[in-house]
Nanobody
Framework: QVQFVESGGGLVQPGGSLRLSCAASEIPFPFDHYVVGWFRQAPGKEREGVSCLGKDGDSPYYTDSVKGRFTISRDNDRKTIYLHMANLSPDDTGTYYC?????????????????????WGQGIQVTVSS
């Protein structure tokens, strides 16, 4: 059974940092065949694409609100996606989801289109509060 499992979320004070991880297992294709990304959904808001990354770790895309604070990366050997989040603010609070897709979408389109991609994690909560 294909699984994408997120970890690393939790409660953090404003200005703090977290690193989210998303580990894939039982995927039918090599991990470097997938474009990957992170989406988030805050209470009462629509899901938004936070950051997406190409198959070889190329062409990272960041939504404007996280540029300069978040860094996306991947380890294809470990089949894992990362999101390092720094200088967090209460506006970053939400449920974060990793996703992976076999299409040839570039990372910017993956994040901005928000389609029903091939695989999604179950979501992990990030709460930024003092």
């Amino acid at each position: 059974q294909v699984q994408f499992v997120e970890s690393g979320g939790g409660l953090v004070q404003p200005g703090g940092s977290l690193r989210l991880s998303c580990a894939a297992s039982e995927i039918p294709f090599p991990f470097d065949h997938y474009v990957v990304g992170w989406f988030r959904q805050a209470p009462g808001k629509e899901r938004e694409g936070v950051s997406c990354l190409g198959k070889d770790g190329d062409s990272p895309y960041y939504t404007d609100s996280v540029k300069g604070r978040f860094t996306i990366s991947r380890d294809n050997d470990r089949k894992t996606i990362y999101l390092h989040m720094a200088n967090l603010s209460p506006d970053d609070t939400g449920t974060y989801y990793c996703t992976a897709d076999l299409s040839n979408l570039d990372p910017q389109r993956m994040c901005t289109l928000g389609l029903p991609y091939d695989h999604w994690g179950q979501g992990i909560q990030v709460t930024v509060s003092s």
